[in-house]
Each structure stands twice: as C-alpha cells, then as structure tokens.
C-alpha cells in the first residue's frame, strides 16, 4: 500500500522559516509509478476547511493555489528521493495549521476529493 509521511512540523516564531518533507513509499510495490503521481500540499487549521496551496507535477510543474503563501511557500520534489518539499518562510501566526501532502495520478487538483493518498499531516504552530 503506498503512503506518504509528512515530517518537519513543529513551533516556530512569526518570521521564521520551517522545511517540510513528504517521503512517499510503497508505490513500486503496488505496481505504481510513483514520479507519475503529482503532490499537493494542503493545510487545515482549526475550524477551517482544508485548502490547497500548491501541487507539483514532475520536478519542475508547479501549480501555486492560494494567494495568500505566494512568494513565501515554494514546492519542490526530488524523485530520486521520492520526497517532496515545502519550504515555508516568513511564517505568520495565520500559517498555524496541521500541512498534509496527498498525491494524485497525473494531473493536479487543488480539490481534497480528487487525491488518490494522503499522508497523517504534520502540525506547523506559529507563535511568539
């Protein structure tokens, strides 16, 4: 069974600058082709919808979704390593949010139905 493990969360102050990872595992197994398969990064924070913010495709598609992480957040992906990243700067407290990545064959979406496999989220606190 293919799954994706988020890490890199924790507390940081506003301003600061968090990397997460998402490793991707079990894909080969499964008979998938795991660089076939697009990842979004999401993030839910408390009593909001979970959003998406930006989807790689390859190494090099990326399809940025909310405005608001623009020029902040920026996606990258390292097939070799089956990891994909999400290097967050100038975090703001409003960035506090557990992250999820989930990958998708194919084609990005920014809709959390579209996802063929999530990861279990890993929790970014942004506070003083």
């Known amino acids: 069974q293919p799954q994706l493990v988020e890490s890199g969360g924790g507390l940081v102050q506003p301003g600061g600058s968090l990397r997460l990872s998402c490793a991707a595992s079990?894909?080969?197994?499964?008979?998938?082709?795991?660089?076939?398969?697009?990842i979004t990064w999401f993030r839910q924070a408390p009593g909001k919808e979970r959003e998406a913010l930006s989807c790689?495709?390859?190494?090099?598609?990326?399809?940025d979704y909310t405005g608001s992480v623009k020029g902040r957040f920026t996606i990258s992906r390292d097939n070799a390593e089956n990891t994909v990243y999400l290097q967050m700067n100038s975090l703001k407290p409003e960035d506090t949010a557990v992250y999820y990545c989930a990958a998708r064959f194919l084609r990005c979406s920014h809709y959390a139905k579209d996802m063929n496999y999530w990861g279990e989220g890993t929790l970014v606190t942004v506070s003083s």
């Open positions: 079990g894909f080969a197994a499964a008979g998938l082709t795991w660089d076939v398969y697009t």
């Open positions: 790689i495709r390859g190494e090099d598609i990326v399809t």
